[in-house]
């Protein structure tokens, strides 16, 4: 079994605490609406649209009834919502082979491995979609997102100057990285690391 045969919902340990880890329904809109709530608003930039407005969230709830849009949701054991995921992908595209990966994390429970635990999830989920190329966008000062999608091969691709505007009006950087699916694959078979991804992500 491969990583990317993973089932859901799975527990995982995050600095002594289990976390279920479950894929997203549009049952969890109103979970979702406080979770995204608790969060600053800067850690929303990397999103393209503002997911502090419920009618965002609303068109993200209707959009996982499709094939477009793929989540997953993190719990504590009292239901309280603690990070979420997302594969964005767009079948109408000439893009249609690149899916575009989002990850949150609360406040209170980052530094646990939630992020690392979150972040390889929503890769595994990808590969297992046979997307061919994987990004991921966020503000330069995302030093723990930048640290764990390098681990998994992502490079940084772009840089977009003033690219994003908070809501009082002040400009932030975002750093896109992306992973090329087939090439970072026969690298690692070149050089005889063809279970590297295994070894990144202990089932
Ligand atoms: C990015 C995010 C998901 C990380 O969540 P997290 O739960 O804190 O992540 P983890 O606890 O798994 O930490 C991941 C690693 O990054 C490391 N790290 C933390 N800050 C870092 C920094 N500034 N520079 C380099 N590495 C850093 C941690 O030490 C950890 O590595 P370790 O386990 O080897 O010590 C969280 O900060 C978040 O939700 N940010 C806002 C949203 C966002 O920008 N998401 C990314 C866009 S896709």
């Known amino acids: 079994m491969t990583e990317t045969s993973r089932s859901y919902p799975r527990s995982i340990e995050c600095a002594g605490k289990q976390i279920e880890i479950a894929r ?10 406080a979770f995204v709530a608790t969060l600053p608003a800067h850690d929303l930039l990397f999103v393209p649209r503002d997911i502090g407005r419920p009618q965002v969230i609303d068109a993200w709830m ?13 719990r504590e054991r009292d239901g309280t919502v603690v990070g979420c995921t997302a594969i964005v992908t767009d079948d109408l595209s000439w893009s249609r082979h690149v899916g575009q990966l989002r990850i949150l994390v609360s406040p209170a429970s980052r530094g646990t491995g939630l992020g690392r635990g979150l972040i390889q999830a929503c890769f595994a989920q990808a590969l297992e ?3 061919k190329k994987l990004v991921a966008q966020m503000t330069t000062d995302q030093g723990a997102a930048i640290a764990v999608f390098e681990e998994l091969s992502f490079r940084a691709e772009a840089l977009l100057h003033r690219q994003v505007a908070d809501r009082d009006g002040n400009m932030h950087d975002l750093v896109v990285l992306s992973h090329d699916v087939d090439a970072v694959a026969t690298r690692r078979q070149l050089y005889g690391l ?10």
């Open 194 to 203: 063809s279970d590297a991804l295994n070894d990144v992500n202990p089932r």
């Open 24 to 33: 997203m329904t549009s049952a969890d809109r109103d979970a979702v609406v």
């Open 129 to 131: 979609r046979g997307l």
């Open 62 to 74: 209707r959009a996982l009834d499709g094939e477009e849009v793929t989540s997953l949701i993190a």
